[in-house]
């Protein structure tokens, strides 16, 4: 299949890029740019539209079969807008005959609003990808292995050698990369028979963060430690990240996002805990475990702290 990807640019989408030209379909990756070059060596059909712009979403999805949604975070912009251009992607897949939608929430999204303002913007997202009359799946990821590597958790390991995260130390979380993400995708798109089904995701291992801490060591050589952030902590450096990249106010939105990380620590449904064992039984795909994804990363630098001191 041809298949339009949306936010193919970003880190979740290019994986999607590689898994669906890896099963053998022809992934159009779009963004705003539409210039490919450095993310993925010219290779991949571009396309170009803008979320903003709904008559370039229609005609970016009337060149494929089917859709994958990724988009962008609705933390640090206005979610109306995404949530509109969700539905105008639905809408143009019903007009052009698409053979089917998957979109990828980016976080857990629970069966029912909570009040939570970037999941009840995700819970719209899903509605009107759901109500839109084209064979639907919607697939919900965790956290990503992947974060581990980036600008707001590497330092730490860089410097001390440990895992600075808002997770509390005995909070159970299976956490799954992007590219396992992306198979998941590419598998539920070759299944119309699951159309209207909503997955949870998460990897094959449910661990906690020491224990996170102690296979990550192991695959790089290095002893990692784990130390877990107060939710306070977490807000006062993310209010930092907010007054230099958001277009709404910092206070609200790291008032929200400490909410959201307590209710991800303490609520009883353990949202960041998932059994993969139903999942696979619809969507088989072969998941990486913790230490098999840490052997394969090119690490963004060395690591810090003292070689040989053990773990916590
Ligand atoms: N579960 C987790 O552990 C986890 C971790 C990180 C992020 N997330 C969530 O994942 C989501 C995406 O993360 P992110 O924002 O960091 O993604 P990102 O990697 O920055 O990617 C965003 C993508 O959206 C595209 N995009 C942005 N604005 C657009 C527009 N107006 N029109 C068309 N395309 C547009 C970008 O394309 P161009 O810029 O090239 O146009 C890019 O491809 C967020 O909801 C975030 O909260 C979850």
Known sequence: MKVVVFGATGDQGR??????????????AVSRGGNHASAFGGEVQPLRADF?????????????????????????????PLVAATAAIAGAARA??????VFNTSLPVPRDKLGFAAQDARHEMRRAVLDAGVPAVIVQPVVFLDNLLKAWAWPSIAASGTIVYPHKETLDVSWICHDDLAALMV??????????????????????????ARRLGAAWGHPIAFRSQSIEDFCAGMNAVFERVATLE??????????????????????FKVDMAPVLAKLPVTLTPIATWAARQTLPGPIGGPAGSPAA
């Open 15 to 28: 994986a999607q890029v590689r898994a669906l030209a890896q099963a053998g379909h022809t992934p159009l």
């Open 52 to 80: 903003g712009d709904h008559g370039s979403l229609a005609r970016a999805v009337a060149a494929g079969d089917a859709v994958f949604i990724n988009l962008p975070s609705t933390s640090f912009q206005a979610a109306a």
């Open 96 to 101: 052009a005959g698409s053979r089917a939608i």
């Open 250 to 271: 910092a206070d609200r939105l790291v008032g929200e996002l400490g909410r959201i990380y307590r209710w991800y620590n303490e609520a009883p449904e353990h949202p």
């Open 187 to 212: 598998a539920a798109l070759e299944r119309p028979a699951l159309a209207g089904s909503i997955f949870d995701v998460g990897g094959p291992d449910t661990v906690r963060g020491p224990e996170l």
